[in-house]
């Protein structure tokens, strides 16, 4: 097994020998409008079905799916508590499983 120092001064070697050009913000180019916003006409993305979200969320470790994701479960979740729930018959999971 390699020594965890040993295998970083490897690992950062490469890193050390280049040299870092300074760069003037100011000579860098300026963003139109357009990189800062969607063009009007263009069709707006559709939202990620919840079997989406949790695959890019859950399993990808995609932060903004999981964000939504816990978006959409409260939503679902206060929606559920306004109904009583009757049991396996009941109105609640049955509108679960209609969405």
């Known amino acids: 097994m390699t020594d965890p120092q040993r295998y970083l001064a ?10 870092r050009k300074h ?11 357009r990189h800062w916003s969607m063009p009007e006409g263009l069709p707006v ?5 919840l079997r989406q979200l949790f695959a890019a969320g859950v399993e990808s ?3 903004e799916a999981r964000s939504e994701l816990k978006r959409r479960v409260a939503a679902i979740d ?3 508590e ?5 049991g396996e ?3 609640a999971p049955r509108l679960l499983d209609a969405l």
């Open 10 to 19: 490897i690992y950062l070697a490469p890193l050390a020998t280049r040299v």
């Open 23 to 33: 760069v003037d913000a100011a000579a860098l180019p300026l963003l139109d409008g």
């Open 45 to 49: 993305r559709q939202a990620l079905s």
């Open 61 to 63: 470790g995609n932060a």
């Open 78 to 80: 206060a929606i559920t």
């Open 82 to 86: 306004q109904f009583p729930d009757d």
């Open 89 to 91: 018959a009941g109105l």
